[in-house]
């Protein structure tokens, strides 16, 4: 097991900037502002000493103030409020307090709390974050995205067009809220700079009938856009990004399930994208895999995978395992193909299910009939969830349905029949939905069951007494690092041999490799510096495969990765009129 370091942030920098801003216009920019922190000599040359009160306050002051403020708000939502307002006003003092509270405020500014932000996003508007693309206006988009980026070093964009935002579905323009809350993850976890990260939002309408009714709607009250106009507006955005920054990471997110897969194929070879959802979600339960097989002393091929719920995530996890199999364990991807039992609401993807239930997607894993000729069906002729545990005597089941528990104690037992430590991982969001809470696993397998979630969940108690900790099985563990890598190397794609030199990063830092009562994957308070390892990873990879378009050498990947990491400290100002803005 690879040890972590932990992430510290100094009380101040030795960091010198020039910057040509003053006054009201300095305390208003996020970027700079330091607010209470400006040195006397600071607020002499910048004009400020009149526009702040006396005292001279640290971060660390700041800090502490600012969250004595946030926990007076009562809701989730009202913190979510706050934290988006203080973002507005300063940087630093933002990703500060966030770090040192990162368990507890990540579920606050992304999964759970900023969905209901998205739902509501019309009637929270208070001013604008961003860059907004509207159909009716792609005439202008070149001029538009120019306005935005003109000038500036863009190493991230993260953009959705959010038909299915964070399981709560079509929310239309308030989407980009989840654009920024990705890019602020990108920032809090990797490192990535702020000033170079830009979240957009592909406003093509929405068929959200209680979006198109409410006269606050600040989107295009439109139905959405789909077919060939939606994608020649799209490609005009690709391209538009591909002319004036192609050495930027391009980040899809929440993009319906009949556009995720297919715009990630149609531009990976193009340019530098990544799908968290599809990729993303695949990488961190490869990387749950890894560690879990590590446990039992086997491989990704001695494994038989039941996947239930086959939409962009349980897909995503099926390509992003099986590819593994074929690189890391020299599998053929038609025999890597087999190893795997995808199941939906039709049941499991046979082919006598017809075109219209089998999305082209997911052809590569159709069964084929004759192997269940002897199973039971039910009265529509379909084969469930026991009957394929039963008949692929799985060693792996990973739900991705939202169905709530799905996994039955009839379907946990029959699985350990068939395997001595089954591998299960209920990682549907949120919490309520998820296909089995993990203590009853636990308790069905009598401990031998090794379990990861995709949402929170307190210890398991083994039958010796001890505590089993339920891995979160958070994307947020390996995205980050994923981009990061990316960005780091200035890759011209990103690759699957990428994406599984990230997860076996992540996998090796596994802490139950060192003790089995532990978690598959780590903790998050270690989320930063597992980032960090993965993108060391990814970056190395990139080198490997001759990618780069970097000058330096791999041997120098970790320094460059530390050395480009910004973090949330203050820097010292000196007034220049030529200088920064």
């Known amino acids: 097991m690879q040890k972590l370091a932990k992430t510290i942030f100094p009380m101040s920098s030795e960091l010198r900037f020039k910057v040509a801003l003053r006054g009201e216009t300095l305390l208003t920019s996020p970027r700079w502002n330091k607010g209470t922190a400006f040195t006397k000599e600071e607020r002499k040359d910048f004009g400020l000493t009149g526009r702040l009160p006396s005292r001279v306050n640290t971060v660390e002051e700041q800090c502490e103030r600012a969250f004595d403020q946030l926990r007076s708000r009562e809701s989730p939502i009202q913190k979510n409020s706050f934290l988006q307002s203080l973002k507005e006003q300063n940087w630093v003092l ?18 759970p709390t900023e969905a209901e932000a998205i739902a509501n996003y019309s009637h929270l508007f208070r001013r604008s974050e961003g860059l907004f693309l509207t159909f ?26 959010a038909e299915a935002i964070l399981g709560i579905g079509d929310q239309g323009v308030g989407g980009i809220g989840i654009s920024s809350a990705k890019s602020a993850i990108y920032t809090l976890l990797a490192g990535i700079n702020p000033a170079k990260a830009l979240g957009v939002t592909l406003d093509v309408g929405t068929d959200n009938e209680a979006l198109l009714n409410d006269h606050l709607y600040v989107g295009w009250p439109s139905k959405r856009v789909r077919g060939v106009e939606y994608d020649k507006f799209i490609d005009k955005f690709v391209q538009l990004i591909r002319k004036h920054h192609p050495h930027c990471l391009l980040h899809f997110e929440d993009f319906g399930v009949t556009n995720a897969q297919r715009l990630l194929e149609l531009y990976r070879n193009e340019h530098s994208v990544f799908n968290d959802d ?53 599998v053929s991807r038609e025999e890597a193909n087999k190893k795997f039992y995808l199941v939906d609401r039709f049941g499991l993807i046979k082919r006598s299910l017809g075109p219209e239930k089998i999305r082209p997607a997911l052809q590569e894993f159709v069964r084929p009939d004759e192997e269940w000729s002897d199973v039971p069906t039910n009265d529509a002729g379909e084969v469930e969830l026991l009957e394929v545990v039963r008949k692929a005597r799985p060693t792996v089941l990973i739900g991705c349905s939202t169905k709530g528990g799905a996994f039955t104690e009839r379907v946990v037992r029959t699985m350990k029949e068939g395997c001595e430590r089954p591998i299960i991982f209920p990682l549907s969001n949120p919490s309520n ?3 089995v809470d993990p203590k009853d696993a636990n308790d069905w397998t009598e401990g031998m069951a090794l379990l990861a979630t995709g949402s929170p969940f307190p210890p398991a108690k083994m039958p010796n007494g001890k505590d089993y900790v339920i891995a979160e099985c958070n994307n947020a563990l390996i995205y980050p690092g994923l981009g990061f890598g990316s960005m780091l190397s200035q890759s011209r794609r990103m690759t699957d041999g990428m994406i599984i030199a990230g997860a076996q990063r992540l996998a090796a830092l596994s802490p139950a490799l060192k003790d089995p009562d532990s978690g598959l994957l780590p903790d998050f ?16 990879q990139a080198f490997d495969e001759g990618i780069q378009g970097v000058s330096w050498s791999r041997e120098e990947v970790r320094t460059k990765a530390e050395d480009k990491q910004w973090k949330p400290v203050y820097g010292r100002y000196e007034y220049d009129e030529h200088g920064a803005k």
Not at 94 to 111: A, D, F, P
Not at 136 to 161: A, Y
């Open 94 to 111: 933002y990703y500060s307090l966030l770090s040192r509270h990162l368990k507890e405020l990540t579920s606050i500014i992304y999964t």
């Open 136 to 161: 009716p206006d792609q005439d202008s988009m070149e001029e538009d995205f120019l306005e935005q980026t003109r000038g500036k070093d863009i190493e991230l964009i993260v953009c959705t067009d």
């Open 278 to 330: 599809i990729q993303g979600t695949g990488a961190v339960t490869l990387a749950t895999l890894m560690a879990a097989v590590g446990v039992t002393k086997s491989k990704l091929a001695d494994q038989r995978y039941v996947i239930f719920g086959a939409g962009s995530a349980g897909l995503g996890i099926a390509k992003q395992v099986r590819d593994a199999i074929v690189l890391a364990d020299g």
């Open 433 to 435: 939905l998820v296909e």
């Open 525 to 540: 308070q270690d989320a930063p510096a597992a980032n960090l390892e993965v993108a060391i990873a990814v970056a190395e």
